[in-house]
């Protein structure tokens, strides 16, 4: 019995520390990498939609939100070694938005935030979070509907016929649709595991 003590104690004893670091100086750490790949994301998606807009219309921005956003997602979580995704507070694709349970959660923590007057530029919530296969960093940043988005997700009535139909093609169980300037449309999520 003895000999397993020697055995664990160190084992233990890392994981401990471990724990204790990621408590302190590690969880600010990585909310900042966090801060700063969300930020990047947003950047990269952004601009490439604000040309196509003004390139091509609603209809072009469209294209690239399906095909650009899933695919730098996905270098990024190559890259980093992180579920780095978007999530809908209304579901647009159920295969690569839909937001898991703690995002739900998150997401209604934002919009009680929103409702006592924060705005989403700076909204954002990280914490480490134990789950059955493991311990995550979690992090989210919060994406408010602006004016420009109103083209793709505001009033179906008030939509391009082309716009429509391009939606119905590529989201045939689009949800994502209704919003108003200022509503939270979803958050930019992280996953990171420990």
């Known amino acids: ?12 004893l890392t994981l401990l520390s471990s724990s204790l670091a990621v408590a302190g100086a590690d969880l600010s750490t990585m909310k900042k990498e966090a801060v700063e790949t969300t930020k990047a994301f947003v950047t990269k998606l952004g601009g490439a939609m ?15 939100c399906s095909e650009l956003a899933p695919q730098i997602t996905a270098e990024i979580s190559r890259n980093k070694g992180w579920k780095v995704t978007r999530v809908g ?5 159920p ?5 898991d349970t703690w995002e739900q959660q998150i997401l209604a923590q934002f919009s009680d935030r929103a409702s006592k007057g924060e705005t989403f530029d700076k909204m954002a919530f990280a914490e480490v979070v134990e789950e059955k ?14 004016d420009q988005c109103l083209a793709c997700h505001g009033d179906t009535a008030k939509m391009d016929p082309a716009v429509k139909k391009l939606l119905n093609e590529r989201y045939p169980h689009d949800q994502a649709t209704g919003y108003k300037t200022g509503d939270l449309r979803g958050a930019v999520s992280i996953k990171r595991p420990l």
């Open 1 to 12: 019995m003895t000999r397993y003590k020697t055995i664990y104690l160190p084992a233990a």
């Open 50 to 64: 604000k040309k196509e807009m003004k390139a091509g219309g609603p209809v072009a921005a469209v294209k690239i």
């Open 89 to 93: 507070t209304r579901i647009r694709n």
């Open 95 to 99: 295969m690569l938005a839909m937001p």
């Open 133 to 146: 296969d493991g311990k995550y960093f979690r992090f989210m940043k919060a994406i408010g509907v602006k």
